[in-house]
Nanobody, 124 residues
Framework: VQLQASGGGLVQPGGSLRLSCVSS????????IGWFRQAPGKDRAGVAC????????YVADSAKGRFTISKDYNKNTVYLELSNLQSEDTGVYYC??????????????????WGRGTQVTVSS
């Protein structure tokens, strides 16, 4: 089982990126994949994921209206579209086997499978 994240880079404030997470061994037909971010000096936190119940996408408040999560079943890939990036979006972005937990109101990892991470740096 392997998750491979890519697509990070250096971008100016207001810019955009598209991150990809290719899943090998975890079919998106049966498993949800979510995105987490670890900002410098902070704990890793959920950014976007899907609900296992109804499949709806969840995006953290700090990213609503700017980030979009989507998936391609044929490519077994989950995407995270980042737009209007700000300096506080800087960090290492990881994909993981995770889903939205309605009781905790956040993305929760349910299987200890993580991608290596891809660095996103927002700076002028």
């Amino acid at each position: 089982v392997q998750l491979q994240a890519s697509g990070g880079g250096l971008v100016q404030p207001g810019g955009s990126l598209r991150l990809s997470c290719v899943s090998s061994g975890l079919s998106l037909a049966y498993y949800n994949i979510g995105w987490f971010r670890q900002a410098p000096g902070k704990d890793r936190a959920g950014v976007a994921c899907f609900s296992s119940g109804d499949g709806r996408a969840y995006v953290a408040d700090s990213a609503k209206g700017r980030f979009t999560i989507s998936k391609d079943y044929n490519k077994n890939t989950v995407y995270l579209e980042l737009s209007n990036l700000q300096s506080e979006d800087t960090g290492v972005y990881y994909c993981a086997a995770a889903h939205y937990d309605s009781r905790e109101r956040r993305c929760v990892v349910y299987l200890d499978v993580w991608g290596r991470g891809t660095q996103v740096t927002v700076s002028s």
